[in-house]
């Protein structure tokens, strides 16, 4: 019941955290591409989708984190993003 994964961490623990966010989207449309090809075998595609909720997962509370500081930064008060067509002379 050996099973073969395309994953770097051969200890066992699974794959490791991205080291970025970039990281982990870069990852992710890798996935998602071999995932697309549909030549990806059963058990090599489960665990794609394993790992790629794990990185969905990763990037949402790299974002979260991030809203909040710009929260903090901003005082709490998200101000809307502007158009461009405003405020011309």
């Known amino acids: 019941m050996a099973k073969k994964t395309n994953g770097e961490g051969?200890?066992?623990a699974g794959p490791a955290a991205p080291a970025s966010f970039e990281e982990a989207m870069a990852e992710l449309a890798q996935l998602?591409?071999?995932m697309e090809s549909g030549q990806l075998p059963l058990e090599a595609s489960v665990a794609a989708y394993?790992?790629?909720s794990e990185l969905?997962?990763?990037c949402a509370g790299q974002l979260d984190k991030v809203e909040?500081?710009?929260r903090i930064l901003e005082g709490d008060m998200l101000k809307p993003f502007a158009?461009?067509?405003e405020g011309a002379p």
Do not use: H, M
Request: charged share 30%.
């Open 10 to 12: 051969g200890d066992g």
């Open 32 to 34: 998602v591409t071999q």
């Open 50 to 52: 394993a790992r790629g």
């Open 56 to 58: 969905v997962k990763y």
């Open 68 to 70: 909040a500081q710009v």
């Open 83 to 85: 158009d461009g067509d």
